[in-house]
């Protein structure tokens, strides 16, 4: 029996905060180098995609309110095939957490602790996020969430504001021009693959204290992270310029470094780093829980806290296999995540339960 529980606020919050740390520092360097200056309309595709994946996951969940994932995918697909989706779905959960603990410990490395073994930072994020979902649950995360969201989404709106004066039109043009319609779409994949963490709804709807009225919130934590990238991007094109944004690994950061108020106020990237750090925590602290829960239940273990022990070694394990932060950031969304999640795991399984589901219930309603 479920009796851990969220509010609507705290879905909002922890979908926002899952798409846009992430989305800002990891994937503009993708949808500049492919759409260019027109990346900013890469932007609105992703968003609309996105936006997609939300209808689709909050109809989806609707089904079967009351359920996760791992129980209403063998209602609606029968055990043995509902078994092989919920397998899809764990592959996914095991291995994009080690790589956003490898991300964020090669990119703290790099900004702030050059002589720190990244073990070590893996570590201590990963004794965090194992206090607050053992501790607290969904619900505590949850908590955290609703205080830590606010908390970003202002110091992103101050890097925006305070990058104004550093824009300059011209880095806009020519529209269209250096692009055309399959880049554009080559460059909203990226961006759309990490705002699409909406799907994760399915495991979080059923600890709703109302379920059936989880479906604005997700959606509109979808259309605030899709528009917070948007002006994002058009705000690295600006002030930045697109031929050196697409060579920088972080063009978000890089931004945050020309930013100066008055003559005198500086060195904003130490709050792109806050920004960084605190959706990665949010992130891994939810997938932590998705998986160990989804796990729990998918292998029949009753006390799902059992779980976290358990993945805690494997996550920390896997996120050594990446040789460098290139392997670890570019490999994986090129060749796993952008390839194979976004269109199988966001998109093509929700839509098929969907419509499998629909069905059954309405041949059992005639």
Not at 287 to 299: C, D, K
Not at 325 to 351: D, K, R
Request: aromatic share 12%; with cysteine.
């Amino acid at each position: 029996m479920i009796i851990l529980r969220v509010s609507g606020i705290q879905v909002f919050w922890m979908i926002t905060i899952m798409d846009l740390g992430m989305t800002l520092l990891m994937t503009f360097t993708p949808g500049l180098q492919a759409a260019k200056q027109d990346a900013w309309v890469s932007v609105l595709v992703a968003g609309c995609i996105a936006l997609l994946i939300s209808v689709v996951t909050t109809k989806l969940v609707l089904l079967h309110p009351e359920q996760t994932f791992i129980q209403f995918s063998q209602t609606i697909m029968g055990k043995w095939l509902g078994k092989l989706v919920i397998i899809v779905y764990l592959v996914q959960w095991y291995t994009i957490i080690p790589i956003v603990l490898r991300q964020f410990s090669d990119l703290l490395q790099i900004l702030l602790l050059p002589q720190t073994p990244g073990i070590y930072i893996e570590l201590a994020m990963v004794l965090i996020v194992i206090y607050v979902t053992y501790s607290g649950g969904i619900d505590g995360i949850g908590r955290v969430s609703e205080i830590l969201g606010p908390l970003i989404l202002l110091m992103i709106l101050l890097v925006l504001t305070t990058s104004i004066s550093n824009i300059h039109w011209k880095n806009l043009l020519p529209f269209y021009a250096d692009s055309g319609v399959a880049a554009i779409v080559k460059g909203s994949l990226p961006i759309a693959s990490y705002l699409g963490h909406a799907v994760e709804f399915v495991m979080i709807s059923p600890f709703l204290a109302a379920p059936r009225k989880g479906s604005p919130y997700v959606i509109w934590a979808v259309a605030v992270a899709s528009f917070i990238v948007w002006i994002s991007m058009v705000m690295v094109i600006l002030t930045i310029g697109v031929n050196l944004s697409s060579k920088m690994w972080y063009p978000f950061f890089e931004m945050t470094k020309k930013i100066s108020i008055f003559g005198f106020i500086e060195n904003l990237d130490a709050l792109a780093v806050v920004i960084w750090v605190a959706s990665v925590f949010i992130k891994l602290s939810i997938y932590f829980f998705v998986a160990s829960y989804g796990t729990a239940q998918f292998l029949q273990v009753k006390n799902w806290r059992n779980m976290i022990w358990f993945i805690s070694i494997v996550v920390v394990v896997f996120s050594l296999i990446p040789k460098n932060v290139s392997e670890a950031t570019g490999s994986y969304l090129n060749h796993y995540w952008v390839p194979f999640v976004l269109p199988v795991n966001m998109i093509g399984l929700p839509l098929l339960l969907l419509i499998v589901g629909s069905i059954r219930q309405r041949k059992q309603t005639c």
